[in-house]
């Protein structure tokens, strides 16, 4: 692509993010008149787009925990997701949790549409099969431009590049350190197949976690089957709603969050009250009365369950505004607190941020009538692997055998890295003697280091939760991708770079499809 005008794009994670920023960068270039600022764009994936960890699981079990009405790739047009579905025959509510999977088709459909506008407009899209290992920093004369070192060893050049990378690296739960890699040890519930295929049948299985992945991991398990029991530190399971909806009304209280003293020592009780007296004006019932205070966990989720069915809960509403008003405050609070503020709340992000939706509490509630699921405290105090299986023993209980261990303790947050010179920005993982890029600019770009110019670098989505909590919020990914997007529309001064370095493997995005579906059990 030499001698043509224009800067390219790298765009590093296909998932929902990274469409997200391919959709709107395409649709403001596209409005507007030659010559485009960008020339080319290229998604680093090796999966179809959208088909990520998040959503791309066919299995019907997997829900979305939004409604549907929150999940559009587009900020402008916050209904673009329904009409996708009601475009392909969906009847459902707005409110309704639909399956993953149909996140994902959402997802590829768009980046077909991007793909084929962004042709119309001359403008190249291509999607690389492949990972992105690293980023080289620009040099101190601003000139040569990025490099993208891919899995296969190959470079991509690039003027601007956009990190969108999600979750992949599971946690390790405690007493489970020696057994990462053992044969019966399932290190995560996803994608659904490993369990589906990788279990033998009526198996005993401990999963361990007892918030979304191991509600998902039981949904599956109990469904194949296998005896299923759950335990977590915590011991508790997630409060119940219909679904993570948008407001029906507007909520002062909420609206002073962002406008709160991120210096005040009385920060956190400040919260507590906006979000109570919230809770206040969503309806008549208090809040005491609008959730279950059994300390039996199975108890607790049948009686909120009874009360989300009956229409008692209001808090749910309330949920959405007070984490996108806590994202507005978060870039002011002072270095540490942020951390701070999150422990101090994790009895409500925990429980009530990442709610159940009714219909899999309802699921959950009838495997455990049937014997198939239940709940064992306290968490083990040692694990061993014996005569073919899992021994698990617990304060005050006979040791009991399992055949396979799920862990279901979610994902670590991903962390980029500067090499010991910060000269390359690593994806996965620190290099010897690297330094975590544990900062981003006001427009989420990164820095080599404190006083240094920001890089073109950019990231979107989970990897900026650096700066904002909740940065899994679907609707706070779409405004970051909808931001970033605007930059790399601007035109840059300087001469725009060119080219792939050693580049074979380049597909368009026409060509991507989702995955045809695996083997269903249900």
Known sequence: MKGVAGREVVVIGGGVAGTSLLVQLVRVLADRRPPHPVRAVRVVDPRPAGWGLAFGDEDPLLLCNSAAELNSLLADRPGDFVDHLRAHGWTGSAKDCV????????????????????????????????????????????????????STGEELRADDVVVCTGVHRPRVP???????????????PYPASRIREGLRPRSRVLVVGSHQSAADAALLLCRDGHRTTLTSPSGMLPAVRESLAAPVRAYPPLERISRLDPADPYLADRLARCVVEAVRLSGRRPLRTQVS????????LREETALAEAGACTWPDVIVPMIEQLIELAPGLPAGRLEELSAEFAWLTDRYATALARVNARRLLAHFDSGMLRMARPYPRAVSFEGGLWRVERSGAAPEAYDYVVNATGFERPVLHWDRERTALHLDGAPAGGTAAGRLEADLRVRTGPGAPPQRVWVVGVGTHVRVPFANHLRNVVRQARQVAGRLAEPVPGPALSGIVGISTVSPISAIRPMPPGDSLS
Do not use: T
């Open 99 to 150: 399956p993953r999977a149909r996140m994902a088709e959402y997802c590829a459909d768009r980046a077909d549409r991007a793909r084929e506008q962004a042709g119309r407009a001359g403008i190249a899209v291509e999607h690389v099969r492949a990972s992105a290992v690293s980023i080289s920093a620009v040099a101190a004369d601003g000139r040569g431009g990025h490099r993208v070192r891919l």
């Open 174 to 188: 405690c007493g489970f350190e020696a057994f990462r890699h053992h044969p019966r040890y399932v290190d995560s």
């Open 293 to 300: 205070h059994a300390s039996d966990p199975v108890r607790r």
